[in-house]
């Protein structure tokens, strides 16, 4: 069991510029989850995959971040004209079907400078 | 508006002694609740969890106790050990139609058990 992987771990861009993350979840799960943590916040949630199809977005999901998982294997996460109020934590977690436990990655931290 | 509130942002306790860390949810829909634990550059990881059908449920050191009618859970750590030290994470399922067990997290306590 390798654990969900999270790449890269940290990450340092300036404002206006486009990153992409990308998370390898637990090879059987079919689930996958995208969450956002920022300082004394607890994990927010962005958005949810059950195998390749994006079944749900939160509204803090503007139109500058999309999200995809090709084939229901790894997902990538990207956010277009990065602002400073992106700067974050961006977990990402899997779970296997009918299953209320979620498996977190290490997270990718984002500053926006 | 949180729906999964931990009112205390941080706790001391002595090794060796219960450490009680308390979450209040206002969601009535809610019907599984999760314990996670925290260390700094890491992930949650998952602790405890307890269904809506139960109101205790135990794993060791860590107890996990739910209030439906209060709408309270609470975990305790018996014996709490420095090890535990870490920010721990309440949150609540909400099944949605497509069985989309998406978590609502509180806000975090931060535990120091001190030796």
């Known amino acids: 069991d390798t654990g969900v992987s999270q790449n890269p771990r940290h990450k340092i861009t300036k404002r206006g510029q486009n990153v992409t993350f990308r998370c390898d979840p637990i090879s059987e799960h079919n689930r996958l989850y995208w969450y956002r943590q920022t300082l004394g916040q607890g994990p927010e949630f962005l958005t949810y995959f059950q195998n390749e199809a994006q079944l749900e977005k939160s509204r803090l999901l503007s139109d500058r971040f999309s999200a995809e998982r090709p084939k229901g294997s790894f997902s990538t996460l990207e956010i277009q004209r990065t602002e400073q109020g992106d700067s974050a934590m961006y977990l990402c977690?899997?779970?296997?079907?009918?299953?209320?436990?979620?498996?977190f990655g290490s997270g990718t931290q984002l500053s926006v400078l | 508006d949180q729906q999964v509130k931990q009112n205390s942002p941080s706790l001391s306790v002595q090794e060796g002694r219960i450490s009680i860390l308390n979450c209040d949810y206002t969601?009535?829909?809610?019907?599984?609740f999760l314990w996670y634990k925290k260390y700094p550059a890491e992930g949650p990881t998952f602790l405890i969890s307890i269904s809506s059908i139960k109101d205790k449920n135990e794993d060791g050191r860590f107890t996990v106790f739910l209030n439906k009618s209060a709408k309270h859970l609470s975990l305790h750590i018996v014996p709490s050990q420095p090890g535990d030290s870490a920010v721990y994470f309440c949150a609540a399922s909400l099944k949605g139609g497509g069985s989309n067990y998406k978590l609502t997290f509180g806000k975090g306590t931060l535990l120091t058990v001190n030796p």
């Open positions: 969601n009535s829909m809610f019907d599984y």
């Open positions: 977690a899997s779970s296997p079907a009918m299953n209320e436990k979620l498996f």
